[in-house]
């Protein structure tokens, strides 16, 4: 077996992209560069990023000066680089722009996966959560597939190799398949075990989607956390697996997924976690381990966007109509 077909998932086109990749959510200004600069020598070469992060600038200079670096060997084409479309740029007129932007600051000429990063619509314009006196969002009436028609044009205009979606549901998923010429390539959606996915999983393995899971290791930076909420890096079981193969409980978490043939884009800005995170692949989870660790949970969300609405925390969109988790996957 080769190290790339190890290493690498394959997208419905054939093209590989790499099992671990690096997650770009909260890293911001020189922590970002710094964390691009030893993610790439560490070994990745897939980068995951969006538009709304608000670090696209500082990556693209890494970027360029990681593909221009003298006596390096390092191509464009070796790397997998992502970016997501934010909510504000859902009606047809607006994607391009928005990715032309995203192009210009990562400081590329294409992607190689533009994803949807949410399927409901926010009022357009500069500010990425425009809201309502009160405190909820101001959303727009643009459905996704008008979105996604869009989309499917700046690949024929080569601006992107590839197009999916992020943080869609089942059924989301089948409207788009229905009514798409070029099909999504990937659904990214948090996943480990206390949320396994199995259903969605199995339902984008149906239509040739590869699965990408974020916050694979529990997100225990984010923005909402309460001290009750569970810390899948803490559980018991994955210690003793951990134990059990000589590895520490996030490498026992990001190799659950790629024995599920998931990608997994865990976050770190350490520059030792950088290099555990893809230090995966001289072990393999036995299928009974896999069966225990999806055994954990199957309903617990990390990430639920919030908002303070007349003074109390709600979900960010629990009431749209596109809100993706009101459905069992």
């Known amino acids: ?45 897939s980068i995951d990023c969006a538009a709304v992060y608000g670090n696209e600038v500082d990556i693209g200079k ?4 990681q593909l221009t670096k003298t006596g390096g060997n390092l191509k464009r084409e070796d790397l997998f680089l992502t970016s997501k479309l934010w909510n504000t740029k859902h009606r047809a007129e607006d994607v391009k722009p928005a990715l032309l932007k995203t192009l210009a600051d990562l400081q590329l000429d294409y992607l190689d996966l533009y994803l949807i990063h949410w399927p409901l619509g926010f009022r357009p314009g500069n500010d990425p959560f425009p809201k309502n006196p009160d405190g909820s969002i101001i959303y727009d009436d643009a459905h996704f597939l008008e979105t996604w028609g869009a989309l499917e044009k700046c690949v024929e205009e080569g601006l992107v190799r590839h197009i999916g979606l992020s943080n869609f549901n089942s059924q989301q998923i089948d409207l788009i398949m229905s009514k798409c010429t070029i099909q999504p390539a990937v659904l990214q959606c948090e996943c480990h075990p206390y949320l396994n996915q199995k259903e969605l999983i199995a339902h984008c393995k149906k239509h040739n989607i590869l699965f990408e899971a974020y916050s694979p290791l529990g997100s225990p930076d984010r923005p909402w956390a309460k001290p009750e909420d569970p810390m899948v890096l803490k559980d018991s079981t994955v210690a003793k697996i951990a134990e059990k193969y000589g590895k520490t409980p996030a490498q026992v978490l990001i190799r659950f997924h790629v024995d599920r043939g998931v990608v997994v ?3 770190s800005a350490t520059p030792e976690r950088i290099k555990a995170n893809i230090d995966v692949f001289d072990f393999k989870l036995s299928e009974e381990d896999i069966t225990e660790l999806e ?33 069992p996957y």
């Open 265 to 267: 884009l865990p976050k």
């Open 295 to 327: 055994s954990l949970g199957t309903t617990f969300r990390y990430v639920i966007p919030m908002v303070m609405v007349d003074g109390k925390p709600q979900a960010r969109d629990r009431n749209h109509p596109f809100f993706p988790f009101n459905v």
């Open 1 to 45: 077996m080769s190290a790339a077909s190890q290493t690498c998932a394959r997208l419905y086109t054939g093209k590989p992209i790499p099992f671990v990749g690096l997650g770009t959510w909260k890293s911001k200004d020189d922590q970002a560069v710094r964390a691009v600069e030893l993610a790439i020598e560490a070994g990745y070469r």
């Open 62 to 65: 890494t970027l360029k000066a």
